[in-house]
T-cell receptor, first 115, second 113 residues
Framework: DAGVTQSPTHLIKTRGQQVTLRCSPK?????VSWYQQALGQGPQFIFQ???????QRGNFPDRFSGHQFPNYSSELNVNALLLGDSALYLC??????????????FGQGTRLTVV | GEDVEQSLFLSVREGDSSVINCTYT??????LYWYKQEPGAGLQLLTY?????DMKQDQRLTVLLNKKDKHLSLRIADTQTGDSAIYFC?????????????FGRGTSLIVHP
């Protein structure tokens, strides 16, 4: 079991561009959450997907959008990139119905740099 | 203020105990977690405690919860150089089963040989 895998691992984009990050959940997991971790900060919740729908959303502008596919994998899209979007983007997966976040697994993250 | 607060740095000598402290504000929190993040890596759940517990021990790790003061601590016994990492405290309320955790800024633990 490969666990949660994210791609790419690193990415450099220019201001104003658009970016797509990808996440494959751990086998058996159906719920995917995305987090933004700026340098020196804790992860901030962006949104959560289950059954191909956005179920909860954190305090992020609608430049941040996502998608979940029938195989439970997910994409995070960010439009009109700003310098402040530079961060480590983490994906976490869990199986709906498990208690708490105790069985959520995090991927290694995608390091996005906006120049 | 922030929902979850932690001190930013802790430096200890190898073999000593480390204590990382955290305060949180949401009294409805049902789960409180400690995560570890090594350089260039994602988050690893170290341990967690239910809000109706006072203490949980797991090998070298001891979690203490003071619900009245909304204070959580993580004690690492016999700290090793491999324990050097950033430790995040997090809490999650019972929000309809989605359990979205709120993280602190992390405490950077430096272990000296």
């Amino acid at each position: 079991d490969a666990g949660v895998t994210q791609s790419p691992t690193h990415l450099i984009k220019t201001r104003g561009q658009q970016v797509t990050l990808r996440c494959s959940p751990k086998s058996g997991h159906d719920t995917v959450s995305w987090y933004q971790q700026a340098l020196g900060q804790g992860p901030q919740f962006i949104f959560q997907y289950y059954e191909e729908e956005e179920r909860q959303r954190g305090n992020f502008p609608d430049r941040f959008s996502g998608h979940q596919f029938p195989n439970y994998s997910s994409e995070l899209n960010v439009n009109a990139l700003l310098l402040g979007d530079s961060a480590l983007y983490l994906c976490a997966s869990r199986r709906r119905g498990t208690s708490g976040n105790t069985e959520a697994f995090f991927g290694q993250g995608t390091r996005l740099t906006v120049v | 203020g922030e929902d979850v607060e932690q001190s930013l740095f802790l430096s200890v000598r190898e073999g000593d105990s480390s204590v990382i402290n955290c305060t949180y504000t949401d009294s409805s929190s049902t789960y409180l977690y400690w995560y570890k993040q090594e350089p260039g890596a994602g988050l690893q759940l170290l341990t967690y405690i239910f809000s109706n517990m006072d203490m949980k021990q797991d090998q070298r790790l001891t979690v203490l919860l003071n619900k009245k003061d909304k204070h959580l601590s993580l004690r690492i016994a016999d700290t090793q150089t491999g324990d050097s990492a950033i430790y995040f405290c997090a809490e999650s309320p019972p929000s309809g089963g989605s359990y979205i955790p709120t993280f602190g800024r992390g405490t950077s633990l430096i272990v000296h040989p």
